[in-house]
């Protein structure tokens, strides 16, 4: 009976904790990451699978040191960064910040506009009234409602494991490629390598995931429910990422010109499945699509919130009356507001507004992950909880990573260089 009685709640426990960890890790396969996943298919096939089995691992060891620095500190990355590094520094990263989640919120607008015209909604009614409900929820939802919402809106992603499954793959050729890695020498395939990084590992669910921690409390006892929250997320992110580069890989590589590929956004993927893979395959990826904006288009302006008013000392939080945080709730509206307007213009370039959120969000993100492996390497701020060697190898990795391949990018824009061509 008292076997059962904790086993019973540990179960409890665990469904008090989770939520910061699954929502974050969903929310990241937004509009712009479909976009990014289904190009990575589409251009290269099965080439990035691999990559993208190392991108999980470093996305499982980043989450649990930013949860970590959440659960044993109580603030946010953001709070933490202006104490450690001055004003100078926080304001340099949170302009940074501020643009890369303006074009990626962007992003989630029109990937709802696109997913829901494919069901037959024009855009002129979509996109304002999902404004209008995203913002209903956060400004007049508290934080367990607002948590339980998103966490609902997470199960659309299913649709995309029964869309890689429809294409019926070469399962023994898929699982040679996720472990075999496959390198093209070309700056389009270091491009979208960064963009696959950005996109995956991006610097806004650092701040949102240590934020909603903090903001739920968690203590440093529970830290091992959070961490299985965090892990169990990763993984299932980037499962659905695996399939999206499945489903595209098998309909859409060979039938799209570079040029096509590089004007296509998530709602064109969907639309190009059709005569692939039939009009089911084309509906359940775009009600992903607008199941993934949705979330996404809640949580990235929510990031954006919690990480500048931390960075500068204002009141935060969902649970907090607009009065009380006008802050706050003031950046979480106008992104919301810009987004929705922009996705509204006819002739806006949506299209390079996305892929270069996914870039920017690459090429800033080292800057992040330096700052937090400082952070969560001080003995007096973390105590007994610091980073141990093989959390500081792969975050040390991921950031060299990411580096070299700028690098190759700004190498490969040089002309007569071998990787230019």
Not at 33 to 52: D, K, P, S, V
Not at 232 to 251: H, K, P, Q, R
Not at 301 to 313: K, Q, R
């Amino acid at each position: 009976m008292f076997q059962r009685f904790r086993r019973y709640r540990r179960v409890f426990i665990l469904l008090a904790v989770i939520g910061p960890g699954l929502i974050t890790s969903n929310a990241d396969n937004d509009a712009g990451g479909i976009a990014t996943y289904a190009q990575a298919g589409a251009q290269f096939r099965f080439e990035m699978l691999w990559l993208l089995v190392v991108i999980t691992i470093c996305l499982v060891v980043i989450n649990e040191m930013s949860a970590r620095l959440g659960v044993v500190t109580g603030k946010g990355l953001a709070d933490l960064i202006r104490e450690r590094f001055g004003v100078r520094s926080t304001t340099f990263a949170m302009a940074l910040l501020l643009v890369a989640n303006a074009f990626t919120t962007v992003a989630e607008f029109a990937g709802i506009a696109a997913g829901m015209e494919l069901l037959g909604v024009p855009k002129y009614v979509s996109v304002p009234l999902a404004a209008v409900l995203i913002w209903l929820l956060v400004v007049r939802g508290s934080y367990p409602i607002v948590e339980r919402v998103l966490l609902s809106i997470a199960i659309v992603y299913l649709t995309y494991v029964v869309s890689g499954f429809l294409v019926h793959p070469n399962w023994p050729e898929v699982m040679r490629a996720s472990v075999v890695p496959q390198v093209e020498v070309s700056r389009a395939y270091f491009l979208l390598a960064i963009a696959l990084i950005g996109t995956t590992i991006t610097p806004w669910m650092q701040f949102y995931l240590q934020a909603a921690i903090a903001e739920k409390a968690i203590p440093a006892e529970r830290l091992a429910y959070s961490r299985a929250d965090v892990i169990v997320g990763s993984v299932v992110t980037d499962v659905i990422a695996f399939f999206i580069i499945l489903a595209t890989a098998l309909t859409l590589a060979g039938h799209l010109s570079p040029a096509q590929l590089g004007n296509m956004q998530a709602g064109d993927y969907a639309r190009a499945l059709v005569p692939v893979a039939g009009r089911f395959a084309g509906i359940l990826f775009g009600i992903g699509l607008v199941g993934a904006s949705l979330l996404a288009g809640s949580v990235v302006p929510l990031s954006t919130s919690y990480a500048v008013t931390e960075a500068f000392g204002f009141e935060r939080g969902v649970d907090q009356p607009i009065r009380e945080a006008p802050i706050f709730f003031g950046i979480f509206t106008a992104l919301i507001v810009i987004a929705s307007l922009a996705v509204l213009i006819p002739g806006v370039p949506l299209v390079g507004m996305i892929l270069l959120s996914q870039d920017v969000n690459g090429l800033i993100l080292p800057a992040v992950l330096v700052y937090m492996l400082i952070l969560i390497n001080d003995r007096r701020l973390m105590g007994r909880f610091v980073n141990g060697r093989f959390a500081n190898a792969v975050a040390g990795i991921t950031v060299a990573g990411l580096i070299t391949l700028t690098a190759l990018l700004l190498l490969s824009s040089v002309p007569g260089t071998p990787l230019s061509s």
